[in-house]
């Protein structure tokens, strides 16, 4: 592991639990688990909203033929798996309808413009030899109300949160949003979470105050600090804790295809 990176799916997961950090992020990288349904689905959404957000896909015959050419079937497991193949195919009716419905109707920022596509943006901590970084699904400038949009799309509902003890990833994209700033002078941050279902299509938004990512600086570098001198210790799984039931390995895969070619452009 890279110990200098820190994306906020590796601070999120090392602040869940430090031995799921470990084993994921750590240990077990060259060894990735298989990837499952809710991943498969999660990704090939993201890349069919990109074609759409890029303007190559703009109707419902042109994203039936995107799904049925791109569709990774052969990725969910053995053909002679009748649970396997159950899956495949409620993911796939989920798939196909989630993606021409919003194909006709997709979020589109009200006076803003779409200047990035799955965008991988990096930084550097000032003073610090750490560098934060993450992807994001879709950005959004509103130049008359200098407002800078981050979209970021999802299926199932969205976790509640408390504004006032915002996540990592808050923190980070709030952070990498200045290496925006001198293309994008913004004065206000907006953050969108567009859940995509097979009917609906629901944004949801949210305001972060500079204060509050101010007051919690200093906690997300002393985690990230933490991270860094975690290597080699042993950690015990917590008694009868089911929270690994729960993760799926998203957040590894997501981190080792970040460099993949097809997923990053702006
Ligand atoms: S089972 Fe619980 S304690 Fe063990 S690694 Fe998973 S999250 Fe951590």
């Known amino acids: 592991m890279d110990r200098t990176l820190f994306s906020p799916a590796m601070i999120e997961t090392f602040l869940s639990c430090k ?9 077990d990288t060259e060894n ?4 499952n349904a809710h991943y498969l689905c999660k990704k090939f959404l993201l890349k069919a909203i990109a074609e759409i957000n890029r303007g190559k896909i703009t109707t419902v015959a042109q994203m039936q033929k995107y799904i049925g050419q791109n569709w ?3 990725k969910f497991g053995p053909d002679n798996n009748e649970k396997v193949q159950e899956k495949h195919i409620e993911s796939f009716r989920f798939i196909y309808r989630a993606l021409t419905n919003y194909v006709s109707k997709p979020y589109k920022p009200k006076d803003g413009q779409i200047i990035g596509v ?5 930084a550097r901590v000032p003073h610090t030899k750490i560098y934060l970084e993450d992807t994001f699904d879709a ?6 109300s200098k407002q800078l949009e981050f979209i970021d799309y999802h299926i199932n509902p969205l976790k509640p949160f408390d504004l006032a003890w915002p996540k990592a990833s808050f923190l980070v994209k709030h ?23 097979s009917e609906s299509v629901t944004p949801n938004f949210v305001e972060l105050d500079k204060n509050i990512v101010q007051l919690h600086w200093a906690d ?37 295809e970040a460099n993949h070619p097809l997923s990053r452009s702006a």
């Open 139 to 144: 950005i959004a400038w509103h130049k008359e």
């Open 19 to 27: 031995k799921a950090f470990d084993s994921a992020f750590v240990r």
């Open 118 to 122: 799955n965008l991988k943006v990096r």
């Open 72 to 74: 990774p079937g052969d």
């Open 32 to 35: 990735p688990k298989l990837a």
């Open 220 to 256: 997300l570098l002393k985690t990230i600090n933490e991270m860094k001198a975690s290597q080699n210790i042993s950690y015990e799984c917590k008694p009868s804790c089911k929270l690994c039931q729960l993760l799926d390995n998203s957040a590894v895969n997501e981190t080792q």
């Open 175 to 197: 952070f990498l949003a200045e290496r925006l700033h001198s293309r994008f002078p913004f004065q206000k941050l907006l953050f969108t979470f567009v859940q995509v279902q």
